[in-house]
């Protein structure tokens, strides 16, 4: 009888499904345990599951035992550390979890001590957890080895389909099946095969013999003759049937910072993690492992410095690689470009300082889109090559290359690699049916002959198996399957390097767009406006030391561990909003206390500056400006709200008299309308804005209505319920037009304000409209109590001008984005993310809309969007519940984006003029550094790394370039141009910038 081969390869799997039951020549329950101290035997249920709990036996492997052959199979119930500790008092860790669960022992003698969670890998409750197995087992490595070989034969047929090999594979593995002596005798035999799914389906299964007997010692020879034999006829098969394709594995546990477990729980994966590794280690000196993050490194001195010194120990063998020169693998969409280059600049410090060795790979395998200011920051920070698998995520387009050039704003390349496996992406597995597609979805393997691959089970952490090891070396020999070895990571970007710098690549140039997990830039929204308060409390609180240093002041304190705060926030599952509620009570109090921290440290520093200043008698107020930009003068007093005609110079210190504070004449507001020398706002009955007239140009604004509050109650993606929303969202659009009170609340002399109080069925909305005697802007300040779950609250007004795009602030720069739907990658984007504003502009005229707090934005046609809120129920089901607060404010201007001052409006909203009581001194007006030429932005004024004087990091943030001269005061001199890592740049000019770069000086006293 003929079968086809599909056939014969279930055959084949049945067959090789038996040998399992044969892996334990013996067994032997291990008893004796305790809970916490307290006696609990095998079956029994834990008495109680709250925290981390603690059980230890100890045990002796049986006489007749080889003990080399011995191991420990362990179930507890949970996630755990398991440290056994042998007769001579030597001890070793491992990581426990499903994946985890057989180890070698010590000794013949040994105790057990775990430190224990009811939780699994992705942090699921154990609702019922119980000492679920523990047992001594006397393992037929043999047996083992075969019965994983014919499981990678059958792997490596079922994904060949077609290949001229498989008929020879299933030829050579039938062969072996054929030369096998097996046991029957029905006790054991019956015994044995118990646990098949199939004798488990059987209404009453016969009574089994306890011990039933393994393989005889001819059996078991019969058996290694078979594994040898059928090695070598893989190998014979290997010279017909060349490897197609070679693979660079690397093992690798992606471990996220926090997710579906709290941060508390990754202290313990890091353990079990780096623990399980560095055992897999010491089998094998072909085995690479591969882990980002310096903050997981800072974090294990505080936990457990020996595990960290294994660690720099495998690092300098060459076993350990350490990634990614990130402080963590953060969301790049939404931290400023300072925060990037602070991730780049304290990581590559910190692993230079642990390790001896900076990075030249960024490794961010899991972030939701990359910002083009990435490609810049990091050859500054002194990588050369970037890694990721995500773009593989997108749902409607895909880029055409996964071995290419990336290019960014200003023209800075990285080259970039991603692979597509589709079995567990960056959690691959060691098996033929991983690597065969891989390597065929590897697009340009005409230009390079490898391609990347990391395995190990991930997320929630636990890593490469013993088994991925074994089967790394039996793959070896296979035929037709690509040719797959332990890698370092850099020693592969080095080859394609070398590719990419005689052959022709691909240039993708610009930010990379993730089609998917587009919510991420509005779930959890406060938690977003937190970690921008923070971010631009730390600068501003930076800026105001070093002012205060160049005015004769002592020389600033670093406030890298409040930025190490705000780094592990920026977090690809933290400040994105896709983890579970303990995340954000943890990162809500974080985030709260670096807030406080900055805020103290800007009181001292405008303390330390009025400390400098000359003595008077006419001094009323000391207002400092820590931009790099000009500002009306708007302050928020205890005694109200200035909004006067006087002016600030960029980065300066100015004492003003009472007299500068009077209000800038113009001011008209009434019950629906609110008018100055510049905008003139009328409601309509809903409250939404029925017309904004820019009054120096005659133009209006606005045309379609505008601050139209939108509800969504279809926002119910099929999936990731906290990261997505789908495209057709709008389908069922509720405005929300019912108004329970307006009222005019404030009618100057210096601000007018409007408050409109509207209900949408269980949430309150709250809009104070305020425009200042002096504004360009109208502030739309947001208050919102929301009780309603799976919804997307937006705000969309539409605006007087025709424009194919739509200019979006991102990080050190901007990025244009389609206002229509022409092609698929346009119409993917419906939700984009942009910083501080969005500007959509005809030639003379546009409008802005600026935020202090949001990142979700829309541009469909004339209209602009900002999500102002969702609320999804997975994985937190309270995720943007109760009270929080924004402002957003829309700016009608003449000319572009960047004439107007859009940009320098946004700061403002952003980072207020900082003011305290002036008395006893003179008036006067000090800027203690100035910058001239090409329009700059200030990235930040900060303490020098080393100690040696300030750092002054600039940007070009709207395409343009030209000269630029720093001056400092008197007594100061600049030295530059320096990266962010604040070391030399080499041939860079010192005056000038170009489009979009980003430069650094240091500021020295002589």
């Known amino acids: 009888m003929t079968l086809t081969h599909a056939q014969r390869l279930e055959r084949l799997q049945v067959r090789t499904a038996e040998l399992q039951f044969w892996r334990a020549r013996a067994t032997r329950p291990l008893q004796g345990w305790t809970f916490d101290g307290h006696p609990i035997a095998i079956g029994d249920a834990w008495p109680h599951r709250n925290g981390t709990v603690h059980f230890t036996v100890s045990g002796e492997v049986p006489a007749d035992w080889p003990l080399e052959d011995a191991r420990l199979y362990l179930d507890v119930g949970g996630e755990s550390l398991i440290t056994v500790t042998g007769a001579d008092g030597s001890a070793r860790s491992y990581g426990l979890d499903p994946y985890h669960r057989e180890f070698r022992l010590p000794s013949r003698r040994f105790s057990i001590v775990t430190e224990t969670v009811a939780r699994l890998p992705f942090g699921q409750p154990v609702r019922k957890p119980c000492l679920e197995r523990a047992e001594l087992f006397w393992i037929d490595e043999d047996v083992d080895r075969l019965w994983l070989l014919l499981r990678q034969i059958a792997e490596a047929v079922s994904v060949l389909e077609g290949h001229d090999a498989v008929p020879y594979l299933l030829e050579a593995a039938e062969t072996c099946f054929y030369s096998l002596d097996w046991p029957s005798a029905t006790a054991d035999y019956v015994a044995r095969i118990a646990p098949d799914v199939m004798q488990q389906k059987i209404w009453q299964l016969p009574q089994h013999k306890e011990n039933p007997e393994g393989l005889s010692e001819a059996q078991r020879a019969c058996v290694a003759a078979a594994y040898d034999a059928l090695m070598a006829r893989l190998a014979e098969l290997q010279q017909r049937f060349p490897p197609q394709g070679r693979i660079a594995l690397t093992g690798h546990a992606h471990i996220d910072l926090a997710w579906l477990w709290p941060y508390g729980e990754t202290r313990r994966k890091m353990r079990r993690t780096f623990h399980t590794a560095l055992s897999l280690m010491e089998g094998s000196a072909d085995f690479r492992f591969n882990q980002s993050t310096a903050h997981y490194y800072a974090q294990l001195e505080e936990d457990d410095p020996a595990l960290l010194q294994q660690i720099v120990e495998r690092v300098k063998a060459g076993q350990w690689e350490v990634l990614g020169g990130c402080w963590v693998e953060p969301d790049t969409n939404m931290p400023t470009g300072e925060s990037l280059a602070r991730q780049i600049l304290y990581g590559q410090r910190y692993f230079e300082k642990t390790f001896g060795a900076r990075h030249t790979i960024c490794w961010l395998p899991d ?51 991603t692979f597509n496996n589709p079995m567990e992406g960056y959690n691959g597995f060691v098996r033929p049916d991983c690597f065969v597609p891989t390597w065929k979805n590897f697009r340009q393997k005409d230009r390079h002959d490898t391609t990347l691959l990391c395995v190990g089970y991930g997320d929630g952490g636990g890593g490469v198996t013993p088994e991925m090891l074994l089967r790394e070396e039996q793959l070896r020999v296979f035929p037709a399957i690509p040719q797959a070895r332990w890698s370092r990571v850099e020693d592969f970007f080095e080859a394609a390097h070398a590719t990419a710098d005689a052959r022709k690549m691909h240039v993708w140039q610009g930010e990379i767009y993730l089609e998917l997990h587009r919510a991420t830039l509005t779930s959890q929204s406060d938690v977003k406006r937190l970690h921008r308060q923070a971010e631009r409390g730390l600068i501003t609180a930076e800026t105001l030391a070093s002012l205060a240093h160049l005015l004769g002041g002592t020389h600033p304190q670093s406030l890298e561990p409040a930025w190490r705060v705000v780094m592990k926030n920026e977090f690809h599952d933290i400040l994105p909003g896709s983890s579970i509620a303990e995340v954000y009570v943890d990162a809500r109090a974080e985030l709260g206390h670096v807030i406080k921290e900055a805020k103290a440290a800007q009181q001292a520093g405008l303390a330390a500056i009025r400390d400098l200043l000359p003595a008077g008698e006419d001094g009323h107020i000391l207002v400092v400006n820590p931009s790099l930009a000009p500002r009306p003068l708007r302050l928020d007093l205890a005694t109200g709200p200035v909004h006067a005609e006087a002016g600030v110079p960029p980065l300066s210190v100015t004492v003003l008299p009472a007299a500068a504070l009077q209000p800038q004449p113009g001011l008209v507001a009434t019950g629906h309308s609110l008018e100055n020398d510049v905008l003139k706002v009328t409601l309509a009955e809903d409250g939404s804005i029925a017309s904004m007239l820019h009054k120096p140009s005659g133009r209006e604004a606005i045309d379609g209505g505008g601050n139209r509050l939108f509800a969504y109650p279809a926002d119910k993606p099929r999936s990731w319920d906290a990261w997505d929303v789908e495209g057709d969202y709008a389908e069922k659009a509720e405005e929300i037009t019912g108004i329970e009170s307006i009222e005019l609340v404030e009618s100057g002399p210096h601000r007018a304000a409007i408050r409109i109080r509207r209900r949408w069925r269980h949430s309150t909305i709250t809009q104070t409209l305020s425009l200042g005697a002096n504004a360009r802007r109208l502030d739309i300040h947001t208050e919102l109590d929301w009780h309603d779950r799976r919804v997307l609250l937006r705000t969309l ?210």
């Open 797 to 1006: 007004t539409g605006v007087a001008v025709r424009s194919p795009r739509a200019v979006c602030e991102c990080a050190y720069g901007v990025v244009e984005r389609p206002t229509h739907t022409n092609t698929s990658w346009d119409d993917a984007m419906f939700e984009a993310p942009a910083h501080r504003f969005v500007d959509l502009s005809e030639p003379g005229f546009g409008l802005a809309l600026i935020n202090d707090a949001k990142y979700g934005h829309s541009m469909r046609g004339n209209q602009l969007g900002l999500s102002l809120l969702r609320a999804p129920v997975y994985p937190d089901p309270l995720a943007d519940e109760g009270f929080q607060s924004f402002t957003y404010a829309l700016m009608p201007h003449e000319g572009s984006w960047h004439e107007a001052g859009v940009r320098e409006e946004a700061e403002d909203l952003n980072q207020p003029l900082l003011a305290i009581d002036a008395t006893g001194l003179a008036c006067g007006e000090w800027q203690p550094v100035t910058v001239e030429g090409v329009p700059a932005a200030l990235s930040a004024l900060k303490a020098s790394e080393d100690g040696d004087g300030l750092i002054l990091r600039l940007y070009e943030p709207a395409g343009r370039r030209g000269a630029l001269h720093i001056t400092p005061r008197d007594g100061w001199r600049t030295e530059g141009p320096l990266t962010i890592l604040e070391e030399p740049m080499a041939d860079a000019p010192a005056d000038a910038l170009r489009p979009f770069e980003v430069k650094s000086w240091r500021l020295r006293k002589g």
């Open 367 to 417: 972030c939701f889109g990359f910002s083009g200011a990435l490609p810049q920051l990091l050859v500054q920070g002194g990588m050369k090559s970037f890694f990721t698998i995500k773009v593989n995520w997108s749902e409607s387009n895909r880029i055409p290359a996964d071995l290419f050039w990336w290019e960014g704003l200003d023209g800075s390349r990285v080259l970039a690699h």
